[in-house]
Nanobody
Framework: QVQLVESGGGLVQAGGSLRLSCAAS????????VGWYRQAPGKQRESVAS???????NYADSVKGRFTIPRDNAQNTVYLQMSNLKPEDTAVYYC?????????WGQGTQVTVSA
């Protein structure tokens, strides 16, 4: 049973930083592509960042230069390091991976950035 558990969300002022964690069980995260997504109220879920098994990363234009997606293979965890946060980054953040054509999502963690 693959499970993803996000943590690390919270309330932060604009310009601040947060680190989200996505801890995996039931699969080895180093051999998967893992993505971070977010969904703001009234908006569609959007891709924020991803990391492949080879370590290649990809970022949405809106977060380039501010977010990074490091991975700790020993902890079987992928992070989303967010800095210089803006109010428009406010959303529920989810991590996702695919195992044998099945998508798995975490429960989400709320990030709120105050102006």
């Amino acid at each position: 049973q693959v499970q993803l558990v996000e943590s690390g969300g919270g309330l932060v002022q604009a310009g601040g930083s947060l680190r989200l964690s996505c801890a995996a069980s039931g699969t080895t995260i180093s051999i998967r592509t893992v993505g971070w997504y977010r969904q703001a109220p009234g908006k569609q879920r959007e891709s924020v960042a991803s990391i492949t098994s080879a370590g290649s990363t990809n970022y949405a234009d809106s977060v380039k230069g501010r977010f990074t997606i490091p991975r700790d293979n020993a902890q079987n965890t992928v992070y989303l390091q967010m800095s210089n946060l803006k109010p428009e980054d406010t959303a529920v953040y989810y991590c996702q991976t695919q195992v044998i054509f099945t998508n798995y999502w975490g429960q989400g963690t709320q990030v709120t950035v105050s102006a």
